[in-house]
């Protein structure tokens, strides 16, 4: 049973990286079949906050915050930022390049919410290990990034001609979209995306230090706000009433999907795994999912993949890694200084009370004792 508990977390860090293949594989597929990304960003969102809404009032009404105007501020600068703005941003690069490109940049969210906590001078890079480990690694996802945008390389052939997601996959996508401006962009856009949602996570923290007990019910929130700032985005981009509608295809399975499996069991999960095991075990299983993507996307999606985008998230997966470790190293190091400073407060401390507590000697006896060796005939011999 214990062997069974220990490796508990570890298959449930392989099913949160299934389930997010599933959403750019999924994702991907309705953009291929024409689906409008900014209305897809709303249904996400809508059906996240459907599902979120009632768990939220049942589980944390009690704990709710009154609400303010600055309390709202925060909440709608979080939404635009995390759940808005950068999902946007993020679909309209998975729709310009491929689902392993998108696979590979998420990886590199560590290590730019690493790189944003370093400009807010909230993380330090020492002359030490564990500093250049962390600046190696995001010279290496910075370079992974430059791979995938500039340099495409050798092809590979899809290995499955018979796709699972039919329309619009394949070559034809890669001819819509593979002119090398777009996939520039698209890749610029997917950064952009992740550096937004990692500006959201070093804010998220600023909000769950003042409300701590109230993380289920402020992402709850984001949502909603984050479901009418999509509607307002997707109602000024796409007037045709025919591009709203959603019918039995692949787009509303990843509507769907996104916001059963990625926001209700993905988050739960995430969530249980970060408790038993921390950020830093969770972030390390990020590469199965690039795994996951490449063989599915040739398998499903009967996608072109190019020896530059395999390249470039190795290398971002190296720099993930680079930093992690440089990260795990400066923490043992610090408990260590911390436990040894504290052992010799400690000792110190037992010392003193030790020496307080010691009888003083007393003078008259010692006077006494002096006189007795002199008038004592050995010691005169």
Not at 69 to 82: D, E, S, V, Y
Not at 102 to 122: D, E, K, M, Y
Not at 340 to 361: D, N, W, Y
Request: include cysteine; proline fraction near 4%; aromatic fraction near 8%.
């Amino acid at each position: 049973m214990q062997t069974m508990d220990s490796k508990t977390p570890y298959i449930v860090v392989i099913v949160i990286e299934v389930i997010y293949t599933g959403l750019y594989i999924i994702s991907k597929a309705a953009f291929n079949q024409g689906m409008n990304t900014f209305i897809f960003s709303f249904y996400r969102q809508a059906a996240a906050s459907v599902l979120l809404l009632p768990l939220a009032i049942i589980l944390e009404r009690r704990n709710a915050p009154p609400m303010s105007l600055r309390l709202f501020i925060k909440l709608f600068l979080c939404a635009l930022l995390g759940n808005t703005g950068s999902l946007n941003l993020y679909n309209m690069g998975l729709k310009y390049t491929s689902s392993t490109v998108a696979s590979a940049t998420t990886s590199s969210i560590p290590v730019v919410t690493f790189f944003l906590a370093l400009l807010l001078r909230q993380e330090v890079i020492r002359l030490s290990s564990s500093g250049v480990a962390k600046a190696a690694g995001v010279g290496l996802s910075l370079a992974g990034v430059l791979v995938i945008a500039l340099y495409a390389g050798p092809a590979i052939s899809p290995l499955n001609h018979h796709r699972a997601f039919a329309g619009g996959g394949g070559h034809e996508a890669s001819s819509e979209s593979g002119t090398r401006t777009r996939w520039i962009e698209g890749t610029l856009l997917m950064v952009v995306a992740n550096a937004m949602w990692s500006l959201w996570i070093v804010l998220m923290a600023f909000l769950l230090n003042e409300h701590p007990n109230s993380k289920l019910l402020a992402t709850t929130l984001q949502s909603v706000i984050s479901t009418a700032q999509s509607l307002a985005l997707a109602a000024a981009v796409e007037r045709d009433p025919a591009a709203w509608r959603l019918r039995l295809d692949t787009g509303l399975l990843a509507v769907v999907y996104s916001g059963v499996a990625v926001t209700g069991v993905s988050c739960y999960l995430q969530a249980w795994c970060i408790e038993k095991k921390g950020p830093v075990f969770l972030a390390m299983g990020s590469p199965l999912s690039i795994v996951f993507t490449i063989f599915c996307s040739l398998f499903l999606l009967g996608e072109i993949e190019h020896l530059g985008s395999i390249v470039g998230g190795i290398l971002m997966v190296a720099g993930l890694y680079s930093v992690l470790w440089g990260k795990n190293k400066e923490h043992k190091t610090l408990t260590l200084t911390t436990a040894t400073a504290t052992a010799t407060a400690t000792v110190a401390a037992v010392q003193q009370q030790e020496a307080a507590a010691a009888p003083a000697p007393d003078a008259d006896s010692g006077n006494e004792l002096q006189q007795r060796r002199l008038a004592s005939p050995e010691q005169q011999v």
